[in-house]
């Protein structure tokens, strides 16, 4: 009876989680679209030229690292995450970062050869500048831009950062 029990359990929690066919899932009860999660679009300007080099995150004093890659981690789209150069000095992050952001004297290619990822600790020796931003802002989600580049670019341009959150 316990074997019966859990095959019907299992049956009954694989179809509450199906979606298929009906219009009222795919767009939730209240009739409007789901969105899709993606990472933020976060670009920013630097007080120095920071692009070849790998970020990590600092706490709110500054006093430690509480986030930084593995040295696997330091790719996206399966090239160095370096970020993308934009209009007038601004970059489109391509690592994940915020505005307790800092760099390392490591560049990417540096960073991605090392043997093994170095401690918090040691990090902390190699940090360039714990205060590299000028401003940063968050404009939506990626997902939103079919060509972020020329998108973004536009936004910076014009001035035009009315749907963009200021972080810093």
């Given amino acids: 009876m316990t074997l019966l029990s859990a095959i019907i359990l299992l049956a009954a929690s694989a179809l509450s989680c199906s979606h298929k066919g ?7 009860t209240n009739n409007k679209a789901v969105s899709v999660s993606s990472p933020p679009c976060i670009i920013y300007r630097t007080r120095s030229d920071y692009s070849g080099n790998v970020p990590v995150i600092l ?3 500054k006093s430690r690292i509480v986030s930084y890659p593995d040295i696997k981690d330091i790719y996206y789209a399966g090239r160095l995450s370096v970020p993308t150069l934009l209009s007038d000095g601004f970059l489109l992050d391509n690592r994940g970062i915020n505005a307790g952001v800092a760099f390392l004297s490591y560049t990417y290619d540096e960073y991605s050869k090392l043997s093994a990822t170095p401690t918090a600790t040691e990090l902390m020796k ?3 500048d714990k205060s590299p931003l000028v401003e940063m802002y968050q404009c939506g989600q990626r997902s939103q831009y079919s060509n972020p580049v020329d998108e973004l670019n ?7 950062f009315k749907r963009c959150t200021k972080l810093k």
């Fill in 22 to 28: 009906s219009p009222a899932a795919a767009t939730g």
């Fill in 154 to 160: 536009a936004i910076i341009k014009a001035g035009d």
């Fill in 126 to 128: 190699k940090i360039l």
């Fill in 59 to 61: 706490s709110g004093d």
